[in-house]
């Protein structure tokens, strides 16, 4: 897109070059507008490849009339958009049923690969799926923390002395804005509000219904408003659907839509069978603070004011900020295995847990405060007394200036620990 986008270094670039050595068709899919064709340009370049952009109509148009011809090469073919022609999945399973040697197709898709029926059966096996996520907010800043990976590898470490600055206004403002590139480069925040309901009116005009035939096409915009409602709070598809006036099963269904185009998404319970009063209940999250904000019609200002209901919302959004940059660093890690929440039905809460493929977990609560009372870090003990010498560390990031050790592999940490320099 612009030469703002190009300047700011994307982490997963490396990782996508890496797996394009080991697999033959690699898909790069999230959300619209957030960067995909860049990257996808981009790693084109280095690897000396073709591009087909299937938002363009003329090439559409031949891809559909002979999708073989046009993907026939020895040469990296980038498919952007393959959703706009997914009967080109089986030329590109007859071209591997030829070849199966890596760094053959790299696609980019805005829609989630398995809600296209064409997609379904084509590539099963053979496709390396990789989420873009909108910018983290270390990337904007061109730093490289790791916090994960650092708590993984030595948890102590990752608590730095240094003496945080930002303010709950800075962290306001990080939220508001959040990760979509086109919305960064908007100078006021009516401009970047103007951006935000151009998006969603468009992802759910066009993206939504060429994915499905929906009967109650105006439900949508209101269903999608009632869970950015409940962003970082446990899903009650219910309400959301009363609150609509859509019956319960129409909800669920649409609830799938929303998140095959990359709105919201559903962080699974995690250790659902770890004790008898574990949850089994998913979490809620829009996928960008900065749409949740918008949705929610939160302005910075509302925001800032210290009524129970703004600092209730606040949470509630960095939540779904602090959550979602962790998703992002663990998107450019190995061996990760999982991730979710933890909660009990007796009120005990972990936002974010993320396991590894050898068992081992690091966890996460997130809280809007300034400091952190001894028993804020309850939940925390409680999970890692429940799962013994697997748990590496669990952290409370909080709004707070210093970062600390509370007890044995529990501590604290600014917020911004994410993205500045330890």
């Known amino acids: 897109m612009s030469e703002r986008e190009e300047l700011i270094g994307r982490r997963i670039m490396g990782v996508a070059l890496d797996r394009m050595r080991d697999e033959p068709v690699v898909l790069l899919e999230g959300p619209r507008s957030v960067g995909k064709s860049t990257l996808l340009r981009a790693l084109a370049r280095r690897v000396d490849g073709e591009v087909l952009d299937l938002d363009d109509l003329a090439t559409r148009d031949a891809v559909l009339t002979d999708p073989a011809t046009m993907i026939a090469g020895d040469r990296l073919t980038c498919i952007d958009e393959y959703q ?46 990789m989420p873009i996520y909108p910018f983290a907010q270390s990337e904007l800043e061109g730093t490289t923390p790791d916090l994960l990976a650092t708590l993984f590898a030595a948890p102590t470490e990752a608590v730095s002395r240094r003496t ?24 006021t925040d009516s401009a970047r509000h103007r951006w935000f309901d151009d998006y969603l009116r468009l992802t759910l005009e066009r993206d939504v219904r060429e994915l499905s035939k929906i009967r109650q096409a105006r439900a949508l915009p209101a269903l999608l408003q009632r869970l950015a409602g409940q962003t970082a709070q446990v899903l009650n598809a219910t309400a959301a659907a009363s609150g609509t006036g859509i019956d319960l099963h129409t909800a669920r269904d649409y609830l799938r839509l929303l998140e095959n185009v990359f709105l919201v998404y559903q962080l699974p319970a995690w250790g659902k069978t770890l004790t008898k009063r574990s949850s089994a209940s998913p979490k809620i999250h829009v996928l960008d603070s900065g749409v949740a904000a918008r949705l929610l019609r939160l302005t910075p200002e509302k ?40 909660r009990t039905y007796d009120g005990a809460e972990v936002a974010l847990v993320v396991e590894r493929d050898d068992g081992a977990i690091v966890a996460a609560e997130i809280k809007a405060a300034s400091r952190v009372p001894g028993d804020e870090f309850s939940p925390l003990s409680r999970l890692r007394d429940a799962v013994g010498d697997a748990f590496i560390a669990g952290v409370v990031l909080y709004t707070g200036a210093r970062g600390y050790t509370y007890d044995d592999r529990l501590h604290a940490m600014p917020i911004d620990r994410l993205w500045a320099s330890a």
């Not at 962290?171 to 086109?182: E, K, M, N, Q, V």
């Open 84 to 129: 706009r022609a997914p009967s080109v999945l089986d030329a590109i399973k007859a071209e591997l049923n030829r070849s199966s040697r890596p760094g053959q197709f790299l696609l980019t898709g805005s829609a989630r690969h398995e809600s296209l029926p064409a997609a379904a059966q084509a590539l099963t096996g053979r496709l390396h799926r």
């Open 164 to 187: 945080s600055s930002t303010t709950r206004e800075d962290y306001i403002a990080r939220i508001t804005r959040g990760g979509f590139p086109l919305a960064l480069t908007r100078e």
């Open 303 to 342: 925001l800032a004011r210290r009524d129970p209901t703004s600092l209730t919302e606040l949470g509630h959004l960095l939540e779904t900020f602090v959550v979602g940059e962790l998703l992002k660093e663990a998107s450019w890690m190995d061996g990760i295995s999982g991730a979710g929440h933890w």
